[in-house]
């Protein structure tokens, strides 16, 4: 089934008010290749959108078909003694699933609850925060190709994962939908405080030996304290990845600026914080019009009304820019452009 002219209003985190000219709710993999039989996909210009909280459209008006991935279910595949073994459908919530998971008492995913997005978008960025990545509870998934319409299993190191990436944003970009992720989740779990601002919160509730909801409630205050909701201010989230430098290149910039912030990365590298580089340059909590940096946390591109998409992009690239003439560090945004 394909709609035409369909708003996109509700299916993006920025409040971007984006018409589709085509529009395909899927719930069903045969869906998928019905999709594939008519050639559309090889045809048409297309995305493919899940819960839409990483992605900014550009303009008012996609030309092209939007493939909304509405696929719901979950099924427990197997147990052992330590493990479970959860297989989810592509269209359900991340976030549902993880309170989900948590409330069961099972481990893993706790450090990541609370994530806007769906399940089935969760692999192609490696989604991440508070010291977890979706790569940590990932076991594999199932992703049709678009080129001849065979069903593909992925293991995890077929999937090439790394800080917000993977196989599906580098070499197969666009290439395969992803139907259904499994998990693989702890029964005796094993709790993750390491990220300084979790252990700081939870030591200051004064919580010695965390269970998963300790930690996945932890986590909720600590988003909630920082990051605007999405249904009240628009956003998806991290503009910008956190660059990789190496350390040569980050002593030189300690010696300027000693309380720039880094965490070691691979040998010989450091990870610098995005939201300390964007802070400098003053653009935290600017705006220009209705476009602008959150204030409490300078790595949110937020739509503080009815900002347009390109008003927002071009916000993010002056940051972008300051940053490169103040520190020679070149961003690399997060949010895919559409
Ligand atoms: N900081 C600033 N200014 C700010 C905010 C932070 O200088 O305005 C510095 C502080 O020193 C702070 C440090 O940066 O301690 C780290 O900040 P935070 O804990 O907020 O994390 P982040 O590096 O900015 C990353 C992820 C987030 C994830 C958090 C927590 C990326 C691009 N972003 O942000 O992920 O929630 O860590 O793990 O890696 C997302 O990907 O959309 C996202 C929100």
Redesign the pocket.
Same mark, same amino acid.
Request: glycine residues 14%; proline residues 0%.
């Given at each position: 089934m394909m709609d035409r002219y369909v708003s996109l209003d509700e299916y993006n985190t920025f409040g971007l008010h984006v018409t589709a000219s085509y529009y395909s709710k899927i719930t069903d993999a045969g869906e998928i290749f019905d999709l594939i039989k008519e050639s559309v996909l090889t045809e048409e210009k297309h995305l493919i959108l899940g819960g839409g909280s990483n992605v900014l459209f550009l303009d008012d008006f996609y030309n092209g078909l939007v493939i909304h991935i509405n696929s719901k279910g979950k099924i427990l595949l197997r147990e052992t003694v330590n493990d479970v073994y959860i297989r989810v459908a592509a269209g359900e919530s991340w976030s549902d699933f993880v309170v989900e998971m948590v409330n069961q008492g099972y481990g893993g995913l706790e450090n990541l609850s609370m994530i806007p997005g769906t399940v089935g978008a969760a692999p192609i960025q490696n989604?991440? !925060?508070?010291?977890t990545e979706l790569k940590d509870v990932f076991y594999q998934l199932t992703a049709i190709d678009l080129s001849n319409g065979e069903k593909v299993l992925f293991n995890r190191a077929e999937c090439e994962f790394g800080y917000?990436t993977s196989v599906f944003k580098t070499r197969l970009k666009d290439r395969f939908i992803i139907t259904h992720v499994d998990f693989k989740l702890k029964k005796h779990p094993v709790i993750n405080v390491n990220?300084?601002?979790l252990h700081q919160h939870l030591y200051e509730k004064g919580i010695a030996n965390p269970t998963v909801n300790d930690v996945s409630n932890s986590v909720i205050s600590i988003?909630k304290s920082?990051?605007p909701d999405p249904a009240q201010l628009g956003n !998806?989230?991290?503009f910008?990845?956190?660059p990789v430098v190496h350390n040569l290149l980050f002593q030189d910039l300690q010696r300027e600026f000693p309380d720039i912030?880094g965490y070691n990365d691979m040998k010989g590298f450091k990870k610098v914080?995005?939201?300390?580089l964007i802070?400098k340059t003053q653009w935290?909590g600017k705006r220009i019009g209705n476009a602008g940096f959150h204030d409490?946390?300078?790595?949110i591109l937020v739509n503080y009304g009815n900002a347009t998409g390109r008003e927002l992009f071009q916000v993010a690239m002056q940051a972008k820019q300051a940053v490169i003439e103040n520190f020679g560090i070149e961003l690399e945004m997060?949010v895919n452009i559409a």
């Open positions: 989604i991440g !925060a508070y010291g917000r990220y300084g601002a988003r920082k990051l !998806a989230g991290s910008f990845k956190n912030v914080s995005a939201a300390w802070e935290k409490k946390q300078a790595l997060e």
